[in-house]
């Protein structure tokens, strides 16, 4: 039996650590999108615009990061099929910093709550 939804059903997952970080320590997001529905997502890609107040330091391969913004791209994502990508930051100052992004592909997906992934971190000085 097929339990998949039919069409494209992206989903993004994001993990922050350390909890807490310290100011001007990496913290390392971790994005996994998967495709939980019955068709291809073809041209996949996570879009992670980063909170004010941290430094971009690196991201995975296929990630390409401008202006506060870190685009990366995962190809197709067959039907089950997962991706990984990392992102590492370096908070300046302490406070809380929020940190959202989402997932999306060539075609539409008709199950878009799961598209957008949030992490919210304790900076400490």
């Known amino acids: 039996a097929n339990d998949r939804r039919p069409g494209t059903d992206l989903s993004l997952v994001k993990l922050a650590a350390?909890?807490?970080v310290t100011a001007r320590g990496t913290l390392t997001y971790t994005l996994t999108a998967a495709n939980e529905g019955a068709n291809p997502a073809p041209a996949a890609g996570i879009r992670d615009t980063l909170p004010a107040g941290v430094t971009?330091?690196?991201a995975s391969d296929g990630c390409t990061?401008?202006?506060g913004v870190v685009?990366?791209?995962l190809g197709t994502l067959t039907p089950g099929a997962s991706a990984e990508v990392t992102i590492a930051v370096t908070p300046r100052r302490a406070g809380a910093i929020t940190n959202t992004a989402v997932v999306g592909s060539a075609?539409?997906?008709p199950d878009?709550?799961?598209n957008t992934a949030t992490a919210t971190t304790t900076v400490v000085k």
Do not use: I, N, Y
């Open 18 to 20: 350390p909890e807490p």
């Open 56 to 58: 971009f330091v690196s």
């Open 65 to 67: 990061h401008v202006a």
């Open 71 to 73: 685009d990366c791209e």
């Open 107 to 109: 075609v539409a997906d």
């Open 112 to 114: 878009p709550g799961d």
